[in-house]
């Protein structure tokens, strides 16, 4: 006997024809392997006037949430649409009315999180959003469930395919940050406006997001450290390369007694580790358990197919009942906490525009001394084309964000500094 | 209310101490997120009197196998005692109670998986065994569940941290095999006898679950191409690098409209590929689904605790029943075969010893024509050290391997070629 499953579905856009196309490639397959039948029976649009080229056989295509909402017999709610207001609506009367959500959401997840994951777990209903990290990486359900044995101390990211394309292409090819950026835009993985991915922006969403799992449930709050790729120079490649380094753009979660650190910047990595590898528009996850040891998953963080494919899963795993208790755990939530930005602590290295005059070396050591933060290596070169220009690059050793900070801004009032100085934060043992 | 499972456990080994440890310490979380407490009252072992440093409070030992099977009051049993005999009447009487096993032992999976399998699903219990293959890395869960939109095409993996730190060690610092062997074993990487890791069978046992998992359960039955890496010269290294590759022991399973392509060999592979970068004792696998593309699962494929972490993650996907109809398929099983090896298509690097002889390459180069093999590159050096003999360094075109093992049978005949030409395939489209 085949079970059938009746899906609604918010958003038919590239995710949602997307998983269109599964659900009709898999039709037979599920059906034989697993006697379950997945219908989309509604679909609400923003405009259903628009022409799409998919399979829509059966589909009831609408723009009123409550078609979806008041139909009794749809099973599991899928919301693709993206957004913080509609979305949440949406997602929130679905749970209230034990309806399944499937969510590929990130904004609505790393926004309000904590609220409906709160929701699920008092409505027993489960309510999973496996696609809106890392696209069809499994990772969330990897930490809900495969690393089940493990507490995880440390997780560190590659995931935003805009930007680790462009750093890709700035350190294999030497481009500038604009030439990268213009190369992206033209091969499709850099929107029209990139701010949220070249700020770091919507890899803090997502960090945010792996760190509720990381922490089984919990949503931390609190400040997270986020920095931009927009002012690496093909220099500072030059210079990790001297270092047997790369540039990733990091998102970066340790847990300590106190609470998490949850931190996004640009940062040296040794050119050995695995994070160094992961070149061009992929994503990957590389996380430290206290039984599994070092654990990497690497793969396509976005389109359509991809994320679909983690959409299809959720549903598979609802469809079957999947998790203890839906997924979220039994306790009420508890405050888990971000540490303080300012108690971050890491090596540098520091990047400072100088007029080219003897001495300016020893005074910006100096002047970090003053701070406490001693220097591992320093050196200087002119800048090509600009006369009695020079850089200096400063490795310093590990120190606080505190600290670092308020060496930085006296350093930036000497004379001789053009500008302001610039920091990559190192990490070499991840 | 808390939920008591019950565990018995045969074997108390290297694994059965690692899941006596996670036991322990996930105790207090594992009752208070998901409401169960698991015990393991009874163990098996061959010898009860051997102390064990281990946290043993509540666990009866016994010799006796029936003392656990014929316990009712058990719900999961956990069978880490390796073997093929014992350890396939325990899992197999097991199954027909009706009681869910969690097997962590390759040999009997690969060798009789088949049978469990098909008994497990008549008697519809659960039959898991991730920590069978990629210790800690939870690629069959992932496979099973996780990727569950994708038909997998394609399964590309590094399964034996033996092999892999002897070929990291001879690519990364110029040892030979035998330096490289001696290496690790003094480091704990090799075990006394190597034989099964070194000439490919314990890959090849681990290929065939990962194939299992990737035809959805149905196990290929048939010949797996298989070859270890006991040949392999410092100078193959060489040879690789000047080419931007690296050589690596893949296991690989290829999917096709006949059936499977399955082998074991060291394959040339690209040095940007990720596979390329898994390093030292660390396992790998990579796979291309037609939703996700590609997805690369890398982590620690031994050990005490990675091991038990994943059969730890078994027992909690029982006692969620985790899976839609267990984890097996609903249809019955139906065979898939493996392809004859003759079938195989590779491009295909060459090695010879001659003698220092003109015009060996030209008499090589139109043998290889001979049967239809193209060649794309050929270079000669003379090995150091030894006057007059020199070493043929041949890259071919893709050809099959029925046509190139023709074709060596007659270059091996040449009066110039010192014993038999060696090949190592490879891959560059992985």
């Known amino acids: 006997m085949a079970k059938k499953v009746k899906i609604g579905l ?16 898999r039709r037979e397959l599920l059906l034989q392997h697993f006697g379950i039948e997945l219908e989309i029976v509604r679909a ?48 929130k009367s679905s749970l209230l009315r034990g309806i399944p959500v499937v969510c590929a959401n990130k904004a609505l997840v790393a926004e309000k999180g904590v609220e409906l994951m709160e929701i699920a777990r008092e409505n027993r209903v489960p309510f999973f959003a496996e696609a809106s990290v890392g696209g069809g990486i499994p990772i969330l359900k990897t930490l809900r469930e495969s690393l089940v044995a493990n507490e995880i101390s440390s997780l560190t990211a590659i995931i935003n395919g805009t930007t680790n394309f462009i750093l890709t292409k700035m350190n294999e090819e030497g481009l500038s940050y604009f030439e990268a950026l213009k190369l992206a835009s033209e091969l499709g993985f850099a929107e029209a406006d990139p701010t949220l991915d070249v700020e770091g922006i919507d890899a803090s969403q997502k960090l945010r997001i792996l760190a509720a799992h990381m922490a089984s449930g919990q949503f931390p709050e609190g400040e997270i450290l986020c920095e931009g790729i927009t002012h690496l120079t093909s220099r500072d490649f030059r210079f990790a390369q001297q270092q047997n380094m790369t540039i990733k753009l990091l998102a970066i979660a340790r847990r300590y007694d106190q609470g ?31 039984a599994l040891g070092a654990l990497m998953l690497e793969g396509k963080g976005a389109g359509s197919l991809p994320t679909a494919s983690a959409v299809y899963s959720d549903i598979i795993d609802i469809c079957s009942k999947a998790t203890i208790d839906n997924g979220h755990v039994r306790i009420e939530r508890q405050p888990v906490s971000i540490l303080p930005v300012e108690q971050v602590e890491c090596e540098y290295y520091l990047r400072f525009t100088i007029s ?75």
């Open 10 to 25: 918010f958003g038919l856009g590239v995710v949602g024809s997307g998983l269109l196309e599964i659900v009709n490639r």
């Open 260 to 290: 998490y650190q949850l931190r996004v910047h640009p940062t040296l990595i040794p050119s050995a580790h695995p994070l160094a590898n992961v070149r061009n528009e992929f994503n990957a996850v590389y996380l430290v358990g206290d």
């Open 356 to 430: 080219d005059e003897p001495g300016v070396i020893g005074k910006i050591a100096s002047m970090l001394g003053d701070y406490g933060i001693s220097v591992v290596s320093a050196s200087a070169e002119l800048i090509p084309n600009i006369e009695d220009m020079g850089e200096v690059h400063i490795i310093v050793h590990k120190t606080t964000e505190s600290s670092l900070n308020g060496a930085l801004a006296a350093i930036n009032q000497l004379k001789q500094i053009q500008g302001e100085g610039r920091i990559i934060r190192i990490e070499r043992d991840i």
């Open 44 to 91: 609400v649009v923003k405009d259903p006037t628009k022409r799409r080229k998919l399979a829509m056989a059966g589909v009831e295509v609408g723009t009123c949430a409550d078609d979806i909402l008041n139909d009794d017999t749809i099973d599991i709610i899928v919301e693709l649409m993206g957004g913080t207001e509609f979305a949440y609506d949406v997602v």
